[in-house]
């Protein structure tokens, strides 16, 4: 019955094979990314020749090396997938999967992983995957070992964080029955075959007394060994392996030919000489195996391409892909992300956000503009990197920061930046103002160099029209709701008549003013900003509050009454700033809240942390090193 499927059936599923396959590769699991073998030909077309020449020294140093590194990639793919978590060491919140029973005082081969990396980091930094090596390494240590080899499906990406539970339930031990065996690998995806195939990875590689000795001296807890051991064999072993020590002993587990990766596996099961109860169980527990242990044993062509097939298998347990997990530096640890955060000074300078504070209070106390110039320093400063254009003649504010900084060195020396001396400014300068408050996340480093180019490029400009206002926000990873809320930072300060004279005189360049300008404002300004001349005079922002935070802003630009060219084309440009334009007129409270985000988002922008940049000792020069 099993064989009378109809001719034309066959046919039909031959002809519908390639689309099945087809449709199946374009899918990839669902996460749209697919392990491929061309991963790296441009990213790092060398990668795999570096790996197979370390790992060609390492086992020409030591045979058998080649089956420890085989068997890292098992280890890996069997707990939380073929990511790399078996190579972590204890460190931090991650606990080594190196201390599971399958691995303690087994696993080994760390050190040519390690020498694999260090020489692929120097090729192409952060580019290749550990979790690649280990595939890639246990391809080579087969081949070495004289055993088949395929082509290895790559772009895994590494773990950031390890399992030990899972390590100590995945791995098959070998005295589990042949059913937890199955199991185990059938919770992988795995089946019977890739079970057979992958057990003859036993063909090379020694294993401790500790793993078989159950069988030579008290098989079932009735003080009498495995009967169905051979019993020379069984011998040989229990020279090796006394009744009581020597534990760590190691036995070759192929006798006939030790570091020579072929069938002898399946032949010595045959013959009643595997070593683990784990092995000797294909054959007498399952009809399945049994058949595939005896086609193996005498089909060895059959026992390397089946091999081949179910390793390229175990090497696709749920990898992490695409933008998940990391490409670690060193195998070992998990990459530092360094992230800026509020408590960061709470150790080291417990009292920096209070020294900050009462600086700028004195500050502002003696000249309420000061707040809208602090506000402007973070501002400028996170759009760049002090003379370009934007800045001549307008910024200033730096006698508070130095103020600010001579007290922080007093207090607790080289530790708070000069970047976050400069975001908490801002915070605080808003909250005298009347703004909101938030929480300024801190770390940030302070750079070793400045851009004139970038302060002219990057800096908004008020004659700029909406489009390039945007787009100079979203090359910093800010979009129209921040563009929106972030100006509402005009509510307080003074402009020089130079930021909006073409507005009153010459427009577009045809002699007009911008008449979309409120008329009466419009002679205001003319008078304290004349044709010519008087281009430092300087004018309120926001002439009904002038040195309070709140929304009469975004107010003033729906009555035309928006200072510069990038105000009011807020309202005017696009529909959607309109429509903030309005909300933010309409609500002080949803403004706030608003201002709040996008600054800290603001704050965000490409921070020098970890070992970046400099804590500087005086703001307005580099550290001399
Ligand atoms: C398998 O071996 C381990 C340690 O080698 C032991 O703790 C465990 O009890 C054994 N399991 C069985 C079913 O014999
Ligand atoms: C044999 O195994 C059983 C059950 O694991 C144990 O209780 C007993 O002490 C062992 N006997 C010897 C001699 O090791
Ligand atoms: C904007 O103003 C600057 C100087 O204030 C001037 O050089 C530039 O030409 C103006 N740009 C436009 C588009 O009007
Ligand atoms: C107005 O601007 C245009 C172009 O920027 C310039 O050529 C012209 O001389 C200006 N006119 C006056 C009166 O300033």
Not at 112 to 138: F, M, N, R, W, Y
Not at 525 to 538: A, H, K, Y
Request: net charge positive; hydrophobic share 35%; proline share 4%.
């Amino acid at each position: 019955m099993v064989f009378s499927m109809s001719f034309p059936m066959v046919l039909l599923l031959i002809a519908f094979a390639p689309i099945f396959c087809f449709s199946h590769k374009i899918k990839g699991g669902g996460g749209g990314y697919v392990l491929h073998p061309q991963f790296y030909d441009y990213s790092c077309p060398r990668a795999q020749q570096i790996v197979k020449s370390v790992v060609a020294k390492a086992v020409a140093k030591e045979a058998r090396m080649a089956a420890s590194l085989l068997r890292l990639h098992f280890h890996d793919c069997f707990v939380k997938g073929c990511d790399a978590s078996l190579l972590l060491d204890t460190s931090g919140s991650i606990i080594s999967e190196k201390q599971s029973n399958p691995n303690r005082n087994s696993v080994r081969g760390f050190n040519v992983i390690d020498d694999i990396k260090s020489a692929l980091e120097k090729e192409c930094p952060q580019t290749v995957s550990c979790a690649d090596i280990l595939a890639l390494a246990a391809r080579d240590s087969t081949v070495l070992a004289g055993g088949p080899s395929w082509e290895v499906p790559l772009g895994r990406r590494d773990s950031r964080g390890a399992s030990l539970s899972g390590s100590n339930q995945n791995i098959p031990a070998p005295n589990n029955t042949f059913q937890t065996i199955l199991t185990k690998f059938k919770l992988k995806g795995l089946n019977v075959v890739d079970l057979v195939a992958l057990s003859g990875s036993h063909t090379i590689g020694n294993a401790r007394c500790t793993s078989f000795k159950q069988r030579l001296y008290n098989q079932s807890g009735n003080r009498q060994p495995d009967y169905s051991l051979h019993q020379t064999y069984a011998n040989q072993l229990r020279t090796r392996c006394p009744r009581s020590g020597g534990d760590q002993n190691l036995f070759v587990m192929d006798l006939v030919s030790p570091t020579k990766f072929d069938n002898f596996y399946y032949k010595n099961i045959l013959a009643s000489k595997g070593l683990f109860n784990s092995d000797q169980v294909l054959l007498t527990k399952s009809e399945a195996s049994m058949e595939l242990v005896k086609k193996y044993a005498e089909n060895n062509e059959l026992f390397f391409e089946q091999f081949a097939k179910s390793i390229i298998k175990m090497g696709n347990i749920s990898p992490l892909t695409g933008k998940k997990g990391e490409i670690r530096k060193n195998c070992r640890r998990i990459n530092t992300h360094y992230v800026l955060h509020p408590q960061f000074y709470d150790h080291s300078c417990p009292r920096a956000q209070e020294i900050v504070k009462s600086v700028v209070a004195k500050a502002v106390a003696k000249e309420a503009r000061m707040a809208a110039s602090l506000l402007r320093l973070h501002f400028h400063d996170c759009f760049v990197k002090k003379q370009s254009n934007p800045n001549r003649n307008s910024v200033r504010g730096f006698n508070v920061i130095d103020d600010i900084k001579s007290a922080l060195e007093k207090e607790c020396p080289q530790t708070v930046s000069c970047a976050d001396i400069l975001a908490l400014a801002a915070r605080d300068s808003t909250v005298l103002a009347g703004g909101p408050s938030w929480e300024v996340p801190l770390g940030r480093r302070d750079s070793r160099g400045a851009s004139l180019s970038g302060s002219n490029q990057n800096i908004p400009a008020p004659n700029n029209t909406f489009q390039t206002i945007l787009t100079k926000f979203k090359l910093k990873g800010l979009n129209v709701v921040d563009l929106v809320a972030l100006s509402g930072s005009h509510t307080i300060g003074n402009a020089r008549c130079t930021s909006f004279k073409q507005r009153l005189y010459n427009q577009s360049g045809n002699g007009q003013p911008d008449y979309s300008l409120h008329q009466t404002y419009a002679s205001q300004l003319r008078t304290r900003c004349p044709r010519s001349g008087g281009d430092q005079n300087l004018f309120v922002m926001d002439l009904v509050s002038p040195t309070k935070f709140d929304n009469f802003y975004y107010k003033n630009i729906l009555a035309s009454r928006g200072l510069f060219n990038s105000d009011q084309v807020l309202l005017t440009k696009s529909e959607a700033s309109m429509e903030l334009v309005k909300k933010y007129a309409e609500n002080n409270e949803l403004f706030f809240e608003q201002f709040a985000k996008s600054i800290v988002k603001m704050g965000n922008i490409s921070p020098l942390t970890g070992k970046k940049g400099e804590i500087r000792k005086n703001c307005r020069r580099l550290n001399t090193n």
